[in-house]
């Protein structure tokens, strides 16, 4: 089984600012852990993932997580925001035997970029 | 290359009405799957496909029906509609579940 908790389901931050957004997951194998955008009134695309080796992870746009497993974290970085990330994001996770079949979602995190 | 196609993109229902709601997808995906969409929920997964003739139940499967009869297409089916089932619903496919999924722009059902 498993299961992905998303830390704010709204955050705010200026043009500019660090982006932080938080996941935490459970999983009893050893994850597949996926970040996915949603920008309004669309379908969601992939951000980046992390299967395995190198825990640094980059995606598109400059965002990138870090996989910590000792904290079964699994965060969203981008060091500027721009208004252009505005959107809704979502972490997601799973395993690469037995319950490889289905992804689980976090409840999703708005980010809201203000000038 | 359209990748995953929807249709309808807007449907509004009466309680107790059927309709289907067509995925279909062109890059030879193996595993296709349906989710739904409510505030603050998240996606929850309904069905999902790893291949042509099998399907199997995710974590919100009461009330919708499925088959894969080809590799394209995916269609989910709303047997009796209820107002719990308002919600948007987005198709995806990939090339295995732990791949990176594609996903459909999403139709939005409102059941009245």
């Known amino acids: 089984a498993q299961s992905v908790t998303q830390l704010g389901s709204h955050v705010s931050v200026s043009e500019g600012a660090l982006v932080l957004l938080r996941c935490n997951y459970s999983?009893?194998?050893?994850?597949?852990l996926f970040w996915y955008v949603q920008y309004p009134n669309q379908g969601l695309q992939l951000l980046l993932k992390?299967?395995?080796?190198?825990?640094l992870v980059k995606g598109i746009n400059g965002f990138e997580a870090e996989f910590k497993k000792s904290e079964t974290s699994f965060h969203l970085t981008k060091p500027s925001a721009h208004m252009s990330d505005a959107a809704e994001y979502f972490c997601?996770?799973?395993?690469?035997?037995?319950?490889?079949?289905?992804?689980?979602f976090g409840t999703g995190t708005r980010l809201q970029v203000t000038l | 290359n359209a990748g995953v196609t929807q249709t309808p993109k807007f449907q509004v229902l009466k309680t107790g009405q059927s309709m289907t709601l067509q995925c279909a997808q062109d890059?030879?995906?193996?595993?296709m799957s349906w989710y739904r969409q409510d505030p603050g929920m998240g996606l929850r997964l309904i069905h999902y496909?790893?291949?042509?003739?099998?399907?199997d139940q995710g974590e919100v499967p009461n009330g919708y029906n499925v088959s894969r009869s080809t590799t394209e297409d995916f269609p989910l089916r709303l047997l009796s509609a209820a107002p719990s089932q308002t919600s948007v619903y987005f198709c995806?496919?990939?090339?295995?579940?732990?791949?990176?999924?594609?996903f459909g722009p999403g139709t939005r059902l409102t059941v009245l």
């Open positions: 992390y299967t395995t080796g190198a825990t």
């Open positions: 496909s790893v291949g042509a003739g099998i399907t």
């Open positions: 995806a496919s990939s090339y295995a579940a732990m791949d990176t999924q594609y």
């Open positions: 999983s009893s194998v050893p994850p597949y």
């Open positions: 997601a996770v799973t395993g690469y035997r037995g319950t490889a079949s289905k992804l689980t």
């Open positions: 890059m030879n995906h193996e595993y």
